[in-house]
């Protein structure tokens, strides 16, 4: 008989670090490395021979696995009252009024996708508030990997945004006639003395102070770019780090489209066709009469951020053969001119240090050793994934139950979102919050901004630990049992608790308790 091993977790003291510093800089130090490429056509050509399977016999074991395997009974239970609600102030202490008077007009421009551009948003109005200026509604840059020109009033439902934030800054839509010289061509083609262009990553409320106030009361207006992460999570006053959180969570709301494309899907979620009551049309009333008294079910989001891009930063192996290896880093050298941090270490090194994202089979094992099952039913939100279906298709094995948006709804219902990365993304942050559980397959933006708003609002979400997992995937010899109980306790305290921020940290994706009370 074999001996059982344990898997033994190593863990990596600095990784948390690492992966935090790779998650804030991925974003932007892409912009800029972005400046001078131009040609990015998606490429036609097969670069990898379909990529295969990498862990087949747990993948095997995984799949043959009798459902007495016992799912554990709180997997789709709600999360415990964990004695935190948001507190945004506001009602004890009445809110600091509106200014007497207005310094100027602040204008920011944001890069970075939905996400970093949703952060940017809210530092803003935190910074609007502390130099007393009248916050123009942002301008969202387009992404050069993305190449989604949607403004903000595309994407958020603006009126709502600025009758929420009403007692907090002044905000217009639009700059007056008097400053209508201030637009983005008239930055990009001079030195002008009003635009900010060295506010240095994460600056204090005193540096706004002295380095753009002044500017705003000599010229009247003030224009800062670049303006992603350029305001410090620590040292600020207490109702300036609610404001934050106010309009992460309160003012930022998506356009009505979106939310009713969002409740589409979400109710196709819960209420799916079932062979008793097909998802047709009654001819005769033109009615649908599924759903009748049929019990709402319940689904895991998993966002997958797998594109050519992020498979090329990690450095990563993704088993797609030499083929692949070689178009990832033809494709690094061509953004990055090589020069991408991950590459001086090896795969081995990437793995167990937590530093590769997931790939589609992976995020599906570890669905798997947690308890899902092929009953579970799954809604990827995803953009583009590298390597395409072959790719899916191994999470789908897993998980036949796996939807998208593609595939809850017809083309004419996606047509406003339609090759609109921000829109789609946005649809995807909707669906996500109104899921029962949330996982991501790599801890990026948009993994942070659902941890930190599910955390408000108390919903389960399961954090993968990428060290453990990358140092799981390593060992070829791991048992289905290993692998499970080793997943399953290094998982214990990664579903929803609430954790504190601590100093540096971002309080949008640790929102307590800057955000939060005990009640
Ligand atoms: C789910 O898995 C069980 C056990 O392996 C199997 O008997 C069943 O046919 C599968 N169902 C689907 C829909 O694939
Ligand atoms: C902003 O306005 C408030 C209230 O009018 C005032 O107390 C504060 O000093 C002002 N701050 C700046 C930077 O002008
Ligand atoms: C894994 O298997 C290989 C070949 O069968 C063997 O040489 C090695 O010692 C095993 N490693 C572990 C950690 O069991």
Same mark, same amino acid.
Not at 215 to 243: D, M, T, W, Y
């Given at each position: 008989?074999?001996?059982?091993?344990?898997?033994?977790?190593?863990?990596?003291?600095?990784?948390?670090?690492?992966?935090?510093?790779?998650?804030?800089?991925?974003?932007?130090?892409?912009?800029?490395?972005?400046?001078?490429?131009?040609?990015?056509?998606?490429?036609?050509?097969?670069?990898? &021979?379909? /990529?295969? !399977?990498?862990?087949?016999?747990?993948?095997? &074991?995984a799949l043959q696995r009798e459902s007495s395997d016992g799912e !554990?009974?709180?997997?789709?239970?709600?999360?415990?009252?964990?004695?935190?609600?948001?507190?945004?102030?506001?009602?004890?202490?009445?809110?600091?009024?509106? !200014?007497?008077?207005?310094?100027?007009?602040?204008?920011v421009f944001l890069d970075g996708g939905l996400n970093q551009q949703?952060?940017?948003?809210?530092?803003?109005?935190?910074?609007?508030?502390?130099?007393?200026?009248?916050?123009?509604?942002?301008?969202?840059?387009?992404?050069?990997?993305?190449?989604? +020109?949607?403004?903000?009033?595309?994407?958020?439902?603006?009126?709502?945004?600025?009758?929420?934030?009403?007692?907090?800054?002044?905000?217009?839509?639009?700059?007056?006639?008097?400053?209508?010289?201030?637009?983005?061509?008239?930055?990009?083609?001079?030195?002008?003395?009003?635009?900010?262009?060295?506010?240095?990553? %994460?600056?204090?409320?005193?540096?706004?102070?002295?380095?753009?106030?002044?500017?705003?009361?000599?010229?009247?207006?003030?224009?800062?770019? *670049?303006?992603?992460? =350029?305001?410090?999570?620590?040292?600020?006053?207490?109702?300036?780090?609610?404001?934050?959180?106010?309009?992460?969570?309160?003012?930022?709301?998506?356009?009505?489209?979106?939310?009713?494309?969002?409740?589409?899907?979400?109710?196709?979620?819960?209420?799916?066709?079932?062979?008793?009551? *097909?998802?047709?049309?009654?001819?005769?009333?033109?009615?649908?009469?599924?759903?009748?008294?049929q019990m709402p079910q319940k689904f895991v989001v998993v966002h997958?951020?797998?594109?050519?891009?992020?498979?090329?930063?990690?450095? @990563?192996?993704?088993?797609?053969?030499?083929?692949?290896?070689?178009?990832?880093?033809?494709?690094?050298?061509?953004?990055?001119?090589?020069?991408?941090?991950?590459?001086?270490?090896?795969?081995?090194?990437?793995?167990?240090?937590?530093?590769?994202?997931?790939?589609?089979?992976?995020?599906?094992?570890?669905?798997?050793?947690?308890?899902?099952?092929?009953?579970?039913?799954?809604?990827?939100?995803?953009?583009?994934?590298?390597?395409?279906?072959?790719?899916?298709?191994?999470?789908?094995?897993?998980?036949?139950?796996?939807?998208?948006?593609?595939?809850?709804? &017809?083309?004419?219902? =996606?047509?406003?979102?339609?090759?609109?990365? +921000?829109?789609?993304?946005?649809?995807?942050?909707?669906?996500?919050? %109104? +899921?029962?559980?949330?996982?991501?397959?790599?801890?990026?933006?948009?993994?942070?901004?659902?941890?930190?708003?599910?955390?408000?609002?108390?919903?389960?979400?399961?954090?993968?630990?990428?060290?453990?997992?990358?140092?799981?995937?390593?060992?070829?010899?791991?048992?289905?049992?290993?692998?499970?109980?080793?997943?399953?306790?290094?998982?214990?305290?990664?579903?929803?608790?609430?954790?504190?921020?601590? /100093?540096?940290?971002?309080?949008?994706?640790?929102?307590?308790?800057? @955000?939060?009370?005990?009640?």
């Amino acid at each position: 008989m074999e001996k059982m091993m344990r898997f033994q977790y190593k863990p990596v003291r600095r990784q948390e670090a690492i992966v935090g510093l790779f998650v804030l800089l991925f974003p932007v130090l892409l912009p800029c490395f972005f400046a001078s490429f131009s040609h990015a056509s998606p490429s036609t050509f097969l670069e990898w &021979s379909v /990529p295969k !399977p990498r862990h087949l016999q747990l993948l095997s &074991s995984a799949l043959q696995r009798e459902s007495s395997d016992g799912e !554990p009974t709180d997997l789709w239970a709600p999360l415990a009252d964990q004695g935190w609600r948001p507190c945004l102030g506001g009602s004890v202490n009445a809110p600091p009024a509106l !200014p007497q008077k207005s310094e100027g007009y602040l204008q920011v421009f944001l890069d970075g996708g939905l996400n970093q551009q949703r952060m940017g948003i809210c530092d803003a109005v935190a910074v609007a508030k502390i130099l007393n200026a009248t916050l123009v509604i942002p301008y969202l840059e387009v992404n050069p990997v993305w190449q989604d +020109s949607s403004s903000f009033m595309d994407i958020f439902d603006v009126d709502h945004f600025i009758n929420v934030l009403k007692d907090d800054i002044s905000i217009v839509k639009e700059l007056p006639d008097d400053f209508s010289w201030s637009t983005r061509e008239y930055y990009a083609t001079a030195i002008r003395p009003t635009r900010i262009k060295r506010a240095p990553v %994460h600056a204090s409320a005193n540096w706004y102070l002295e380095n753009v106030l002044p500017v705003l009361q000599s010229n009247g207006i003030a224009a800062i770019s *670049p303006f992603s992460h =350029r305001l410090s999570f620590n040292n600020l006053p207490s109702e300036i780090q609610k404001l934050r959180c106010k309009v992460n969570f309160k003012a930022l709301v998506f356009v009505p489209h979106i939310r009713a494309l969002g409740d589409a899907l979400v109710h196709r979620l819960r209420y799916p066709p079932t062979e008793s009551q *097909p998802l047709i049309t009654d001819d005769l009333t033109g009615t649908t009469d599924r759903n009748v008294k049929q019990m709402p079910q319940k689904f895991v989001v998993v966002h997958l951020r797998f594109d050519k891009d992020m498979a090329a930063h990690s450095a @990563c192996d993704f088993g797609g053969g030499k083929a692949e290896k070689l178009a990832l880093a033809k494709y690094r050298q061509r953004i990055w001119g090589g020069r991408v941090l991950n590459s001086q270490f090896t795969d081995e090194e990437l793995r167990s240090q937590g530093r590769c994202p997931l790939t589609p089979e992976e995020i599906g094992l570890l669905l798997a050793a947690l308890g899902f099952d092929n009953s579970t039913r799954l809604y990827l939100a995803s953009h583009k994934v590298y390597g395409g279906e072959a790719r899916i298709s191994t999470l789908r094995d897993q998980f036949p139950k796996m939807e998208s948006k593609k595939s809850l709804a &017809s083309s004419e219902e =996606r047509v406003l979102i339609k090759g609109k990365a +921000s829109l789609l993304a946005a649809v995807d942050y909707y669906v996500g919050m %109104h +899921s029962d559980i949330f996982v991501s397959a790599s801890p990026g933006n948009m993994h942070n901004a659902l941890v930190g708003h599910r955390t408000f609002e108390n919903l389960k979400t399961i954090r993968p630990n990428m060290p453990l997992l990358g140092q799981l995937f390593l060992n070829k010899n791991i048992t289905w049992l290993e692998f499970r109980q080793a997943v399953v306790e290094g998982h214990q305290n990664r579903q929803g608790q609430l954790r504190l921020r601590k /100093p540096k940290q971002s309080i949008y994706t640790y929102p307590a308790p800057d @955000c939060m009370c005990q009640a």
